[in-house]
């Protein structure tokens, strides 16, 4: 009979901490490692960050076209800027004219 009061003891003092402690190591490592934890959010901050990036590149290449479209519309096409681009990429110059060279990274319009 003794052996059973110490074995509920033993069961009764030790099996509460234990199923905390159980309890508590299961919800640390889901905070953690879950499917919604620290390292899932870091990871989507990350996709967030490259998709604002890409994002961000679209809409600076969607500029450049809507201003190369807007120049090439037929009541805005300047005959001056039409001749210069046009000997700007044959490399054509007149003994009259002054040439100005550009720099790598301006733009000719």
Do not use: C
Not at 55 to 67: F, I, M, N, S, T
Request: charge should be positive.
């Amino acid at each position: 009979m003794q052996i059973g009061k110490i074995i509920r003891r033993v069961m009764g003092s030790t099996l509460p901490p234990a199923l905390f402690i159980g309890l508590t190591a299961y919800f640390g490592w889901n905070v953690m490692r879950g499917e919604h934890g620290l390292h899932s959010y870091a990871a989507q901050l990350r996709l967030l960050d490259e998709a604002n990036s890409a994002q961000r590149d679209a809409y600076a290449e969607q500029q450049v076209w809507l201003r190369r479209v807007r120049g090439i519309k037929e009541n805005t096409l300047d005959r001056d800027l039409l001749d210069e681009r046009a000997r700007s990429m044959q490399n054509l110059a007149r003994q009259d004219e002054i040439v100005v060279p550009y720099g790598p990274h301006d733009r000719l319009y």
